[in-house]
């Protein structure tokens, strides 16, 4: 068998050619569309920093009632 491309001489059960490396047989699944594989959804950037506010407005909370805990304990 002689590769399409190049035209050289393979073996008959050569999945590629050894020289330019084309397949010899068309693929028997589609391949996938031209979007990334790996493309992750992309998070608004709001909804970050709402989230970031939001724990850093906890932390100061609960910082400031350990503060203020010991003084009514008084």
């Given amino acids: 068998m002689t590769c399409k491309h190049c035209q050289t001489e393979i073996a008959d059960k050569a999945l590629i050619c050894y020289r330019c490396g084309h397949a010899t047989t ?6 996938p569309s031209n979007a990334p594989l790996f493309e992750r959804p992309r998070h608004s950037r709001r909804r970050m920093v709402a989230l970031v506010i939001l ?16 003084l009514f304990q008084r």
């Fill in 26 to 31: 068309e693929p028997r699944i589609a391949p």
């Fill in 55 to 70: 724990v850093v407005f906890v932390l100061l909370v609960t910082r400031f009632l350990r503060l203020l805990i010991p």
